[in-house]
């Protein structure tokens, strides 16, 4: 009887630990009531945001992670991290990914603002206060009248959509919503 033995070599395979990177939690208990949220970044671990609750952590592309975290009704905590940089808006409307492009609402400023991810230059896309917006349900947080509808068409544009109970407020479409704002 003869027995012939092969072994399978998987070349190369070589983990580089500079390639590695993630985001992860780790929560004090079942709960989530109070989490920190790790940036691993080859052989580097950096606590990025720390005590937050209910971390909900999504990649969107190769090297950009989303993450949501409550801070209390109707508080929430929209975080944009890669392997160096991060970003942080808590009325967020959309995001496309493909383009870098955050659409944010400043409800106390009344205004809509496009910017590119990783950036703090704002193109305001939309002024609240003009009276064609009064139809709006929500004066104290502007960003849940649109957020549950609006969308990036696959062209890049902003279908902007404000709706109580499904119920379509307005719509407006804007062409390249942060195409001249800058990186």
Excluded: W
């Amino acid at each position: 009887m003869r027995v012939t033995i092969y072994f399978l070599f998987f070349l190369p395979f070589k983990i580089y630990a500079s390639d590695n990177f993630n985001i992860i939690s780790q929560c004090n208990n079942e709960y989530e009531t109070s989490c920190d949220v790790l940036r691993l970044n080859g052989v580097k671990k950096n606590i990025i945001l720390a005590g937050v609750r209910s971390p909900i952590i999504k990649k969107i592309s190769d090297d950009v992670f989303y993450v949501l975290s409550s801070c209390g009704s109707p508080c929430v905590g929209h975080y944009f991290f890669d392997r160096n940089k991060e970003d942080y808006t808590n009325e967020l409307i959309v995001f496309d990914i493909n383009s870098g492009c955050i659409i944010e609402s400043d409800s106390a400023g009344k205004k809509i603002y496009a910017k590119r991810m990783f950036s703090n230059n704002r193109r305001t896309l939309i002024n609240l206060s003009k009276i064609e917006f009064d139809i709006l349900s929500s004066k104290m947080n502007y960003y849940s009248d649109f957020n549950e509808m609006s969308y990036f068409d696959k062209a890049g544009n902003l279908n902007l959509i404000a709706n109580d109970y499904e119920k379509i407020l307005l719509k407006k479409k804007i062409i390249n919503p942060c195409g001249s704002v800058k990186k």
